[in-house]
């Protein structure tokens, strides 16, 4: 089993390459076979990245999305 990073494929691509497709699964690359994690995590990971480098990311993105009544629709979708 790798040790490296691991991020999902459209299962269409993965089709195509005759490999399986583990839909919204991530893992982090380290010596010991890393952390998995889902969706949630990863979004979650990435605004603690982002906030890390820029504190006002969070509203950036917000805004790029469509403001406060888009993100809600995202999030109840």
């Known amino acids: 089993m790798s040790t490296g990073i691991i991020c999902p494929i459209y299962a269409e691509i993965a089709e195509h390459l005759g490999i399986p497709a583990e839909p919204a699964q991530w893992r982090t690359a ?6 998995s994690f889902d969706l949630e995590e990863m979004v979650a990971r990435s ?9 006002d990311s969070r509203t950036s993105i917000r805004e790029a999305l469509g403001g406060e009544a888009a993100v809600a629709r995202y ?3």
């Open 47 to 55: 605004f603690a990245a982002f906030e890390a480098a820029r504190p």
């Open 75 to 77: 999030a109840a979708a």
């Open 30 to 35: 380290t010596k010991s076979g890393g952390v």
